[in-house]
């Protein structure tokens, strides 16, 4: 069991007082009746989320939560339109003003591309020297010149000496002492030169990176990482230092041979930092075609194996969790989704079968079409096919209505009491497919559609397997 591990089971054996519980609480009589769920970053490599706590706010608008955090970190709650944020040390409470709702519309809801607006939630009664205080008011600063600054650089022009305007920004919280922010604003210079080119990317490393600690739970320490090191494999393997990064990746499959040519470059002396800069470059090039997926994947595996830092366990286990969950061979992420009498079904109950799974909402035109397709398919194979719709519609009476009308037969869902499966699946269309073998690991990601041959599919796996 890894250290992180021990210390979550170790948290939920104790009283929320002594692993650091976060309190908040408000009134939000617009959410009434609403669930709220708040989630922090397990790592900003892979933006990863992971809950800490939830509760549902009352009839008369009040809500109260303890949340599980044991460092000092940015908190979130998505609300409709808005992913609300604020700043949680351990062991403090919070009065949140959360903002009057405004629910996604259906053309928002129902689009997987669709951006949250950020917005930082008020805390009440808070005084100058906290933490959310400070952060709001060095970024109502900082943004307000950010913006045309990116602006100017993309031009090619530059109206204002950086070292002055943060100079001046920086005038105002001289007197702060609290350490995350003084981090948080450090690091905001650093993304404010980085955009601008004020400074090229190897100083912004000399500086930044290469003689501090890392700050793992630091947004302004992991904006300005991740951007520094964009596509960093790509770039190093193009000068005479990394001309070998190919051949150890894709030819060799070696870690420590891919260790030892990052090593040429001065920028990643400190071994923290390039075993981090590794983890990132697996993660982002995975989604590129400039290496195999099957090397890089063996080079994961090889740093599973050796990372001592409880962070860095934590990050390759999101990478190896993001990249491997939708590959075929692999089993996909788990869930376990209310039918429509509310009885809960988890994948694991269809092991032996072939699921056919599939993501839809009943106001999609394309899965209605569809739906009667899958009744033919499910009435001829329902012997060793199990189908398994997992529905997205808001109303779950509209659902009830709508399958009482249609008599489909089939297992349908419903994704509501779990809507990160929707990120699970990268589900980014409706209907968008899987086919889950009877050993429960993916064997078509994404899987054709029933008029797009799915039948035939079917047959052809099935007989390479020896089973018809």
Known sequence: MSIRCL??????????????????????PSHSGDQ???????????????????????????????????ETCMVMC?????????FAEPGRSYELALPPKEAKTEAQRLNPFFREVDMQLGVVGVGPDELNFLINAFDLRFNEHFDQLVRDAYLGRSRMNIDSLIARIDARFEGATHPFFNDYRRYRYGLLK?????????????????????????????????????????????????????????????????????????????????????MKGLFDEFFNDDYSRSALLDILGQLYRS????????????????????????????FELADTSGRLVS??????????????????????????????????HSKHLEIVTVLTDDNREDISRFLRSTGYSWTFLHYGNRPEVIKDYDVRAYPTYYLIGPDQKLVMSPAVSPQEGFEARLFQHMRRQGEI
């Open 36 to 70: 709220l769920r708040f989630y922090i970053y397990s790592d900003y490599i892979t933006a990863t989320e992971r809950e800490v706590g939830r509760c549902t706010v009352a009839d008369d608008g009040h809500f109260e939560c303890p949340l599980q955090i044991d």
């Open 194 to 278: 980085q955009v601008t080119r004020y400074q090229k990317s190897k100083t912004i490393s000399d500086e930044y990176f290469l003689r501090s600690p890392v700050r793992y739970a630091n947004p302004a320490y992991m904006e300005l990482f991740n951007m520094v090191y964009d596509k960093y494999f790509f770039f190093f393997s193009n000068t005479p230092q990394g001309k070998t990064l190919g051949t150890d990746i894709s030819r060799d499959k070696s870690l420590e041979q891919l260790r030892r040519t990052l090593g040429n470059n001065q920028v990643l002396a400190n071994d923290t930092l390039k075993e981090m800069v590794i």
């Open 347 to 380: 994948l694991d109950q269809f092991e032996g079968r072939y699921v056919y799974l599939n993501f839809c909402a009943t106001s999609s035109y394309t899965c209605i079409q569809e739906f009667a397709l899958l009744q033919q398919l499910y009435g001829r």
């Open 78 to 86: 998505h609300l409709g339109v808005y992913r609300a944020y604020f």
């Open 307 to 334: 990372v001592v830092s409880t962070e860095h366990y934590v990050i390759v286990e999101n990478i190896r969790s993001r990249i491997t969950r939708l590959l075929p061979g692999f089993v996909p992420t788990p």
């Open 7 to 28: 210390l979550l089971v170790i948290c939920a054996l104790l009283p929320p007082a002594a692993c650091g519980a976060v309190r908040v609480h408000g009134a939000a």
